[in-house]
């Protein structure tokens, strides 16, 4: 069968082809320049830790080498300190850290902010409500995904990371100096032609356009990208130095010092490896030009403030000006050909990362890509992709819009408001850290492949749609792994609460109790799917048993061994039902191939 067109050879176009890869599916990457990548430390990029993690198993090799985990978070208003994270070697929140309270008191830091408490401290009532399949209230509400430090990259680092593992996948290939000038589909497939020094067509059972905010694919087959244009600008520095909160990311409103030039009160400091150090300074609105003698007192001015004095040395290593728009395409998929990452959306505002988004298309759209390739198309399935993932981007982009004109909006009466400065707080420190409406990762509250509800359905503190918590778990060949390690390679996961399974070996519990009629209900699902064992899982009761797509996200969980719900839900997480009675076989067949096993012991 012909490979996958990938057109865009960025982070996203690039991790999308090693997924497919995982998943045993070849791709043809079209990469419009020569292969290498510009060395910029001023484009850089913030990666959450499901993404860093989504990295680290595409490519065999932790980032954090290349990249930096953020050692805390300050932010700061005027001369006061307003919230202080600390993060230990693990990259998890410190006991102790939180925000200051009046007369400098450290008042202990909340847990993962859900979309409505976040609107209401920031005076956005009901900022943002369910919408689609990606809204933000239930998996937040429910418990949220736990704190973890950001990694800080350059961008170029990043994908000469994925271009290296991309090199040694035998079912990759890429194909440089390759610009896409006309796309073609029919019943069967894709056709593609390139125009450069080997102009070509190219024959594909997909086509994926990852090719960026000006994207050809999109343009290509009439999608339209309304939005907003400029709703943040930035100069950027970078430069190595010492500042007085080594590792720390920072953030300082309304400095007290006095600047040069237009301002719009904000600077962000962001640290990198070996030293090196990204500020970014807020711009008013307009097209005010950024001048290299500007940008020098600018680095002079907020040095000097921040260190109390005379700016300490610096060396200034690349400069920039970065300006964030609001775009969110109208259609993700037209037949054959789907749009992901800067293609399909922009965004960026408050301290949120388009890239995160872009990865997480990319781990949505593989696994459903793979299950077409491999046994035919599902259109249910494929289409769930635009489901899900347009909806989750949508509530990001509507909670910012929103938060937008009350952190932005230059004072008015909200802001001699009680409390606002530190709900406003509240707000950029979220988008920042990557939790609440602003960072989180999205759930999938109403997601077309949610399988119905069922009575044997057991409360856990993931909601369904919501990406699992990595816990330890206990593999089929007895080793123990995270459940994050086992993600991505085409199948389903199945995971059994056993508390104490972690003591004994395998050999002990494997055909006890319930194990071998789960066994047997895991074996006869429509699709293949890995059987693990975990100790325990946040708000699970013993002998739950969790159902985990490809890509992370929960299923459902159900109370106890249900052969008849879990190969419900399986077959609803497919896009739809397959055979007639297929139900009632399963239960039929889990009770005979555990009597079976009974009888062998």
């Given at each position: ?352 990362q388009g890239l995160d988004e872009g990865l997480r298309d990319a781990d949505n759209l593989a696994w459903k890509l793979a299950l077409a390739w491999h046994h035919g198309p599902h259109e249910a399935l494929l289409d769930s992709y635009q489901a899900e993932r347009r909806a989750v981007v949508a509530a990001r982009l509507r909670a910012a819009d929103q938060a937008l004109p009350v952190l932005r909006g230059g004072g008015g009466l909200r802001s001699y408001v009680p409390g606002s400065a530190r709900g406003h707080d509240a707000l950029l420190t979220d988008g920042h850290l990557g939790r ?166």
């Amino acid at each position: 069968m012909d490979p996958v067109i990938i057109v865009g050879a960025g982070p996203v176009g690039l991790a999308l082809a090693l997924a497919l890869a995982r998943h045993e599916v070849p791709s043809v990457v079209l990469d419009e320049g020569p292969g290498k990548d510009e060395q910029r430390l001023a484009r850089t990029v913030v990666l959450r830790e499901d993404t860093a993690a989504l990295v680290d198993r595409l490519t065999g090799f932790p980032l954090d080498a290349d990249g930096f985990r953020w050692a805390g978070w300050r932010s700061m208003r005027r001369k006061q300190v307003m919230r202080e994270i600390s993060f230990d070697e693990d990259g998890r929140v410190m006991p102790g850290s939180g925000t200051r309270g009046p007369g400098g008191a450290k008042v202990p830091a909340p847990g993962p902010v859900s979309a409505r408490g976040a609107a209401d401290a920031s005076g956005i009532g009901g900022a943002q409500e369910a919408g689609g399949a990606g809204g933000f209230g239930a998996a937040q509400l429910l418990g949220g995904p736990e704190l973890f430090a950001p990694l800080h990259i350059a961008q170029h680092v990043l994908t000469a990371a994925l271009r290296e593992a991309v090199a040694g996948e035998p079912l990759i290939k890429v194909a440089v100096n390759s610009r896409l000038d006309a796309v073609e589909q029919d019943t069967s497939g894709v056709t593609a032609h390139t125009r450069g020094p080997h102009g070509t067509w190219w024959r594909g059972s997909h086509l994926v356009g990852c090719d960026g905010p000006r994207s050809t694919v999109r343009k290509l087959q009439d999608i339209r990208f309304p939005g907003r244009t400029a709703v943040e600008r930035h100069a950027v520095a970078a430069l190595r130095t010492e500042l007085p909160w080594p590792g720390e990311a920072v953030l300082h409103r309304m400095p007290p010092w006095r600047t040069s030039g237009p301002s719009a009160g904000e600077v962000t400091g962001r640290p990198l490896p070996d030293g090196v150090w990204r500020l970014d300074w807020l711009l008013p609105p307009g097209k005010d030009l950024v001048t290299p003698e500007l940008l020098v007192a600018r680095i002079r001015e907020t040095l000097g403030g921040w260190s109390g004095g005379s700016p300490p040395p610096y060396e200034l290593l690349d400069t920039g000006v970065h300006t964030v728009h609001h775009r969110l395409a109208r259609r993700w998929r037209v037949g054959r050909v789907f749009l992901a990452g800067d293609a399909a959306h922009l965004l960026g505002a408050l301290g949120t990362q388009g890239l995160d988004e872009g990865l997480r298309d990319a781990d949505n759209l593989a696994w459903k890509l793979a299950l077409a390739w491999h046994h035919g198309p599902h259109e249910a399935l494929l289409d769930s992709y635009q489901a899900e993932r347009r909806a989750v981007v949508a509530a990001r982009l509507r909670a910012a819009d929103q938060a937008l004109p009350v952190l932005r909006g230059g004072g008015g009466l909200r802001s001699y408001v009680p409390g606002s400065a530190r709900g406003h707080d509240a707000l950029l420190t979220d988008g920042h850290l990557g939790r609440g409406p602003l960072g989180a990762p999205g759930a999938y509250d109403d997601s077309p492949l949610a399988p119905p509800h069922a009575e044997a359905t057991a409360a856990v503190a993931t909601a369904p749609g919501a990406p699992v918590t990595d816990v330890r778990v206990t593999a089929e060949d007895g080793s123990f792994v995270r459940l994050r390690d086992r993600l991505g390679r085409a199948v389903l996961l199945v995971v059994l609460i056993a508390p104490g399974t972690g003591v004994w070996e395998r050999k002990h519990w494997v055909s006890a109790g319930i194990m071998p009629r789960l066994a047997a209900a895991v074996t006869a699902l429509p699709h293949p799917a890995e059987l693990l064992v975990a100790e325990s899982y946040p708000g699970a009761a013993a002998h739950t048993v969790l159902l985990v797509r490809p890509d992370g996200h929960l299923v459902t969980a159900l109370s106890g061994v249900r052969p008849a719900d879990l190969y419900a839900a399986a077959e609803a997480t497919l896009g739809g039902p397959a055979k007639a009675g297929a139900h009632a076989d399963a239960d039929a067949d889990a009770d005979a191939t555990a009597e079976a096993a009974a009888g062998r012991r």
